[in-house]
């Protein structure tokens, strides 16, 4: 959250989030349901809450707040601005309606048409009014209170009855101020001591204007004797280039993002960059048929991430959770999902978890390098005293490729970030396994040292610049290409590679 833009303003917000949260849990209990429903109904009656300040109250700073994000806040020194206006609302409503149940409201006369109240709206209105006045009262006593050691009321006011019902009226009237001079007065009120100065409009003096001079006016162009006009043009300083915007400046970068970047960075680009939507992604949408391999994928890894790794089997329910989070899945490519899901169950690697202590699926991870934010989730980690296991599932069809070949092309800097996030757990030897469920057995393993860490540091830090670099540029394999949202649109995909 802090490494985004404006971050500091975005922890601010989730942190008022949270307390926002603890408040509506001691009142109504450990409710996500419930609060999520209070707060989409706040913002529906146009009571949503405000930003967050991304200062606290005792910083060396000045804070532009309402009256009512002010409660509960004070300062050394406030200032009620905007103070000398009257905010009464007009007498626009037809019908008028008071909490107690009171109604009054305006009818059309049957020969005139014109607008006329009933015997009613009359004191509704005034009571709708007073209402009004009195809370408009009770705002203005939270703003004026907030100040420790000095007030400032600005307002433009003038003598009279006029402005006796606005803020900075309320203030001279209480204050038996109203027939007090320009200057600086001392005065006491109910036993308190008070410095007040009141300016007063009055008239400037008129100012003098300067004699004119005896020169003529400077002549733009000089006129030579023989009637030719001599015109030299001044030499004006170059203008500074303006330096080109980068193309793409990323401040975060996913696992899934990376390998995306090594398989295609014109994909990366059309995804990450351009925000262009995965084609044939549609699993999740009732009437539709068939699933993209990246939803394939998804559910493998969401049904594996409820397996008991320590006795896995394949779920009884196995159809019935894919259509809950995929209605548009056919019969077989439940059977494949099935497969992946089986294949793991039954694999060396699997009962080899099973005897880990500790072994956990979906594993959070966050770390910062080069000013990028790097995180993601693994899918199994075991931590030991000084050692650790990773294992990433993959579904991806091999075909004629071995699973190492595809791991080396597409998946070295996701591996190798692997690496560096748990070194960033204080072990000092990381073991990475791929496994592809189309081939359970044939795992790709790495294992990196804790002293290998600047020599992977510094490939991640060429990916990142290769990044910034705005290079983008297809890299065309089946794989790559199959559900590229860029494919047959801006990119020929496999066709680029006939190319003479």
């Known amino acids: 959250m802090l490494a985004q833009w404006d971050g500091r303003r975005r922890y601010a917000n989730l942190r008022k989030l949270a307390r926002l949260a603890r408040s509506y849990e001691e009142l109504r209990g450990p409710d996500v349901e419930g609060f999520v429903r209070f707060v989409a109904e706040q913002d529906a009656v146009g009571a949503s809450e405000l930003e967050a300040v991304a200062e606290e109250e005792g910083t060396d700073v000045i804070r532009l707040l309402t009256i009512h994000s002010a409660k509960g806040l004070e300062f050394k020194v406030v200032v009620v601005a905007d103070a000398g206006r009257d905010r009464g609302r007009s007498d626009a409503d037809e019908i008028l309606c008071l909490p107690d149940g009171r109604l009054g ?14 015997e009613e709206y009359e004191a509704v209105k005034a009571a709708e009014r007073d209402a009004e006045y009195a809370e408009r009262r009770r705002l203005y006593y939270v703003a004026m209170t907030r100040a420790i050691d000095r007030l400032i009321v600005s307002g433009a006011t003038s003598e009279g009855a006029a402005d006796a019902g606005t803020p900075i009226g309320w203030v001279l009237g209480r204050l038996d101020a109203a027939e007090l001079g320009a200057e600086t007065t001392e005065i006491e009120r109910d036993g308190a001591r008070l410095l007040l ?44 280039e303006v330096p080109r915007p980068p193309l793409h ?93 089986a294949a793991y169950c039954d694999s060396e690697l699997a009962r080899r978890i099973a005897g880990l202590e500790g072994a956990a699926p979906e594993r959070p991870f966050a770390f910062e390098h080069d000013g990028v934010l790097l995180h993601g989730r693994l899918d199994v980690l075991q931590l030991g005293d000084k050692r650790a296991l990773v294992v990433d599932y993959k579904t991806n069809w091999l075909e004629d490729e071995t699973p190492a070949e595809v791991v080396e092309r597409d998946y070295r800097l996701q591996r190798l970030v692997y690496a560096l996030s748990c070194f960033r757990c204080g072990v000092e030897e990381v073991e990475v ?56 649109l801006v990119c020929a995909g496999p066709r680029l590679r006939n190319r003479g």
Do not use: M
Request: hydrophobic content about 40%; overall charge negative; aromatic content about 8%.
């Open 197 to 240: 100065r009141v300016d007063r409009y009055s008239e400037e003096p008129p100012v003098e204007e300067p004699a004119a001079a005896e020169e003529e006016q400077l002549e733009l162009f000089a006129v030579s004797a023989n009637g030719d006009q001599a015109i030299e043009a001044p030499t004006l300083a170059p203008l500074a």
């Open 433 to 488: 396994v791929y496994q592809f469920l189309e081939r359970p057995d044939d795992l790709v393993t790495t294992c990196y040292k804790v002293d290998e860490t600047p020599e992977l540091e510094a490939e991640l830090s060429t990916a990142i610049a290769a990044i910034n670099a705005g290079e983008f540029r297809p890299t065309p394999s089946d794989f790559a290409c199959a559900d590229c949202p860029a494919l047959d």
């Open 105 to 118: 409201f305006r009818v059309a006369d049957p020969a005139s048409g014109k607008r006329l109240p009933t």
């Open 249 to 341: 400046r990323v401040r975060r970068l996913s696992y899934s993002a990376l390998s995306l970047f090594e398989q295609c960075s014109y994909r990366y680009f059309a995804e990450r960059v351009v925000g262009l939507r995965t084609r044939g992604a549609a699993g999740s949408v009732p009437g539709q048929e068939g699933l993209a391999a990246t939803e394939v994928g998804d559910a493998v890894h969401a049904l594996l991430e409820r397996v008991d790794l320590g006795a896995p089997e394949l779920p009884a329910d196995l159809a019935e959770q894919v259509r809950a989070r995929y209605p548009a899945a056919t019969d077989e490519e439940i059977q494949r999902i099935r497969g992946f899901v």
